[in-house]
């Protein structure tokens, strides 16, 4: 499975829109873009994937290049409960999740 | 819907123990779940896939025989630390994988995690 590069950390403004950036530039074309989120000592929440169209759900959009090798999950309005570890995985299907070290996002009042 | 839980949620026992972490799919029954282990400060660490009714896959450098999975209905697997030892202290994290042809197909879901602290 393709590996994935994430900034090691950000801050974002409470209500304000939270960009997170995942590069994967030799993700294949069956692959999927995967976004799990970790808040401190919890199991990680599924946020959002996609494969190739831009997806939006109740959390969050993602936004994937148009070739692929990057993607943005984009959180609309950051509350300080959004403050956690993101993690962008990519794979050929969920049966094998492999977590890098991801985004350390820090949401401020 | 999608709810995965996990007991206990922390345990502490003695060098040379063993302890069972169970891992239960609550409204669906997933024929996959598999098992991770975190240390502080480092991502989540795949050990082993648990297919009901046939025996787990490990990843390399996961002892099978310290780390026994038993996936013995389809809502329910459990991890045995078998022997443990301080080392072997840490976060425990199961996830399942729902059936083909449902909602909720794509993604894994995670369980809250189990804390194992080894004296």
């Known amino acids: 499975d393709a590996k994935t590069t994430q900034p090691t950390s950000m801050d974002c403004a409470e209500g304000r829109a939270a960009n997170l950036p995942c590069n994967h530039s030799t993700i294949s074309g069956n692959e999927y873009v995967y976004w799990y989120r970790q808040i401190h000592s919890q199991g990680p929440q599924y946020i959002i994937h996609?494969?190739?169209n831009n997806e939006t759900n109740e959390m969050a959009s993602l936004i994937i290049t148009e070739d692929r090798k990057s993607s943005t999950l984009i959180l609309p309005h950051a509350t300080l409960r959004d403050t956690a570890v993101y993690y962008c995985?990519?794979?050929?299907?969920?049966?094998?999740?492999?977590f890098g070290t991801g985004t350390r996002l820090q949401v401020f009042p | 819907g999608a709810v995965v839980s996990q007991h206990p949620s922390w345990v502490i026992c003695k060098s040379g123990t063993s302890v069972k972490i169970e891992c239960r799919s609550l409204d669906f029954q997933a024929t996959t779940m598999f098992w991770y282990r975190q240390f502080p400060k480092q991502s989540l660490m795949l050990m082993a896939t648990s297919n009901e009714g046939s025996k787990a896959t490990y990843e390399q450098g996961v002892e099978k025989d310290k780390f026994l999975i038993n996936h013995a209905s389809l809502t329910l697997s459990t991890l045995t630390v078998t022997s443990a030892h301080p080392e072997d202290s840490s976060f425990y994290i199961c996830?399942?994988?729902?059936?083909?042809?449902?909602?909720?197909?794509?993604?894994?879901?995670f369980g809250p995690g189990t804390r194992l602290t080894v004296l």
């Open positions: 996830s399942a994988l729902p059936p083909s042809g449902g909602s909720n197909t794509d993604t894994q879901y």
């Open positions: 995985i990519v794979s050929h299907n969920t049966d094998k999740l492999i």
């Open positions: 996609g494969l190739k």
